[in-house]
């Protein structure tokens, strides 16, 4: 199963991770793979690419953040985060720090470089994933108690919470501006909510099934999204309207990403597959 897929910032390769604890390098023309990463102790749900593109930073069920070198492969800084497994990672946009949400229901925030924890952010249980806001002075949590809360990088405080939420939320990602929200949740349907005043402003419903991933195009105005349903589906936000489906996929779509131009997807399944759509 393939648990995460993410662009390099200039589009060129892939990073991917699945349960056979590994991280993989790819290049997107040839479709051939340049560098496998093996060091984990246990699975790797989350990796990405440094801005630079010339660093992957990979976090594990073993309880580790790794930084690895592009081009050899060897492990430059590695730390343990605690003994709990990390279920999801963000990387700063100055690459600086990282967030990790782990089994014991905490944020973690940490230098990347020194290994050193920073700061804790408690108020979730079960905690899907955690993002920083492009300028890393907020950040986004999502959880399977139907929360999120957007924090306050510096100070650890809750800036907002969103509440009454009909199921678990799977997956929330700020939009390009930071000015809204979107979430994914089991009862299949997805909202987006204004972070400003606190309220919902849209919802989009329709053939949708239990969603893994989402992730908004770089105008702001689209969304993709991937799920259970072995489908990606392409939504015009004002609109709320679904404007395309791919498919191709036997199994689950686990994970979903975008180029940081807009003119690729990529996406990995349960069946193991990678795939890239133009």
């Not at 100070?155 to 990602?173: M, Y």
């Not at 089991?186 to 909510?193: E, V, Y």
């Not at 402003?201 to 689209?222: A, C």
Request: glycine letters at 8%; proline letters at 1%.
């Amino acid at each position: 199963m393939v648990s995460s897929v993410r662009f390099s910032a200039d589009g060129r390769k892939i990073v991917s991770t699945s349960r056979d604890n590994t991280i993989r390098i790819w290049d997107i023309e040839s479709g051939k793979q340049l560098q496998t990463f093996i060091g984990h102790n246990g699975r790797v749900f989350v990796a990405m690419f440094s801005q630079d593109g010339n660093t992957v930073i990979s976090g594990s069920t073993d309880g580790t953040i790794r930084l690895w070198d592009i081009n050899t492969g060897i492990v430059i800084t590695k730390f343990k985060i605690a003994s709990n497994r990390i279920w999801d990672m963000d990387l700063s946009s100055d690459g600086k720090y990282a967030v990790s949400t782990l089994q014991d229901n905490t944020i973690r925030l940490c230098d990347i470089h020194s290994g050193i924890e920073i700061k804790q952010f408690l108020g979730h249980s079960a905690i899907s994933n955690a993002q920083f806001s492009l300028n890393g002075k907020m950040l986004l949590s999502s959880s399977l108690d139907k929360t999120i809360i957007l924090w306050d990088t510096e100070s650890g405080e809750i800036l907002k919470q969103f509440k009454g939420h009909s199921d678990r939320i799977t997956h929330a990602t700020f939009s390009p501006d930071c000015k809204f929200i979107v979430y994914c949740s089991s009862d299949n349907i997805i909202q987006i909510w204004d972070i400003e005043t606190g309220t919902e402003w849209k919802i989009l419903k329709g053939n949708i099934n239990y969603v893994n991933g989402v992730k908004y195009f770089p105008d702001g105005q689209t969304i993709v999204l991937c799920s259970n349903y072995n489908k990606i589906q392409l939504w015009n936000v004002e609109l709320e309207k679904e404007m395309q489906i791919l498919e191709g996929y036997s199994q689950s779509m686990m994970c979903i990403d975008v180029s940081k131009n807009g003119n690729k997807i990529v996406s990995g399944s349960k069946d193991g597959k990678i795939r890239i759509w133009e």
